[in-house]
């Protein structure tokens, strides 16, 4: 009380009326209103915040997933061809502090076949002593299989989990990849292709590349399409989200004779739909809280009327419009920040806690909202940030000191004569 004694008159008459009129029965519905409001703009914040954060978190997961199976950055010749020398283009753009790892890889898009199944890959040549340093590929393997299986001469193929099954081959099986183009003969252009060994299967969680991606020999796949070499070499960057920003940074180092490519434009589609939706969930869920917080406006509208005699004595000794404005202001902005933060706490307290409180809902309620055996996210996923957290914040606060603009504007043009009339 004493911090609020040397407040100016105007903050300190603003949450009086704030605080005013709810053990009072002529102002019991006014105060019933304001606490609507209050809700309301804390309900719809706290639902932003919890939406969002459960947006970020199956994004999060996905990416993850994504990106144990492909590099955050490919360079390439950018007329195609082989590299003559991919270690000197490797020591080249690891001379950029993001990236962290490089390896060459080549990859073509192949027909793999086990009897009259036939289904279309990439297929993805690699070192398996560099492969670890790029990708999670190697831990994703499958039963025994190891990466190291993958030898020189030996025709050795990793496959996805989804594709070994839509093939139906095991770790032992023989499997046929069928290169593109073919080989020119007197009787026409014969197919080249090649059978290969089934040494693992890897699963990754993401059915793109579980269900079309295999893994053979860097030598190998070098063989059998003809490349007289890798056809790129893949980055790993010590942070993820500056892949684009790396990627720029590389395609201008280099030259336009390279070809710079990160998993953000790789996966331009995938990227740019979660980007769209969230934006669009952001929109929806941000008129929940106009709502709400245009309910101030109704709240402040029927306090002027109530408050017209108090209004009047206070113009009467020497209050200006200026001053009565500001004291409505102070009233409907307080509603504002006491709804934003407790939007904010509890949001934060769900979002947080959100990997406890679904498993219980779902046991109480005898249900599972996800279920593994039709998705390949079973539990529900959160990543609150800040970048959402503070505009959704801002936002709200706005919104509320926005409402009472117009309630105030109105209580500053109350006429004394008029309003002390009829008292």
């Not at 105060?31 to 804390?42: E, M, Q």
Request: charged fraction near 15%; glycine fraction near 10%.
């Amino acid at each position: 009380m004493g911090l609020l004694s040397r407040l100016p008159y105007e903050w300190q008459i603003g949450w009086r009326y704030t605080r005013a009129g709810r053990a009072g029965r002529s102002n019991g519905f006014i105060s019933f209103i304001s606490f609507v409001s209050i809700v309301g703009i804390a309900l719809g914040v706290m639902a932003l915040i919890v939406v969002l954060s459960v947006m970020n978190g199956f994004q999060k997961e996905v990416r993850d997933r994504m990106l144990s199976a492909v590099a955050h950055v490919e360079v390439m010749p950018a007329y195609g061809g082989a590299l003559s020398d991919w270690p000197a283009l490797a020591a080249r753009v690891k001379q950029d502090p993001a990236v962290v790892a490089a390896a060459p890889y080549v990859s073509v898009q192949s027909l793999l076949a086990r009897g009259e199944d036939m289904r279309g890959v990439v297929v993805r040549g690699v070192l398996p002593e560099a492969e670890p340093g790029i990708t999670d590929l190697g831990a994703k393997l499958q039963a025994d299989g190891t990466l190291a299986e993958l030898q020189p001469g030996q025709w050795r193929i990793v496959l996805g989990a989804e594709l070994a099954r839509a093939l139906g081959v095991r770790r032992g099986d023989p499997v046929t990849v069928i290169a593109p183009g073919g080989q020119v003969t007197p009787v026409g252009v014969n197919p080249r292709l090649k059978q290969f060994t089934v040494a693992g299967i890897f699963s990754v969680g993401h059915y793109e590349y579980d269900s079309g991606m295999a893994l053979i020999h860097l030598d190998d796949a070098a063989r059998l399409y003809r490349t007289e070499g890798p056809t790129g070499v893949q980055l790993k960057l010590a942070d993820v989200h500056q892949a684009r920003d790396v990627g720029l940074r590389l395609g201008m180092a280099l030259g336009p004779e390279w070809r710079v490519r990160d998993w953000t434009r790789s996966n331009a589609v995938w990227f740019d739909a979660v980007q769209v939706e969230k934006r669009m969930m952001f929109i929806i869920l941000t008129l929940i809280v106009a709502v709400a917080a245009f309910n101030l406006v109704s709240t402040l509208v029927m306090t002027v009327t109530d408050k017209r005699a108090d209004i009047a004595i206070l113009r009467t000794i020497g209050a200006s419009p200026r001053s009565i404005m500001g004291i409505f202001v102070v009233q409907g902005a307080t509603a504002g920040i006491v709804g934003t933060a407790a939007g904010v706490g509890l949001g934060l307290l769900l979002a947080l806690n959100i990997d406890v409180i679904v498993p219980a809902i779902e046991r109480a309620l005898g249900v599972a909202f996800l279920p593994s055996s039709l998705y390949l996210i079973s539990k529900m996923p959160s990543d609150p940030r800040a970048s959402d957290i503070v505009p959704i914040g801002v936002i709200s606060l706005v919104l509320a000191f926005l409402a009472t603009l117009y309630p105030s504007w109105r209580a500053s043009r109350v006429n004394p004569a008029e309003a002390l009339r009829y008292e």
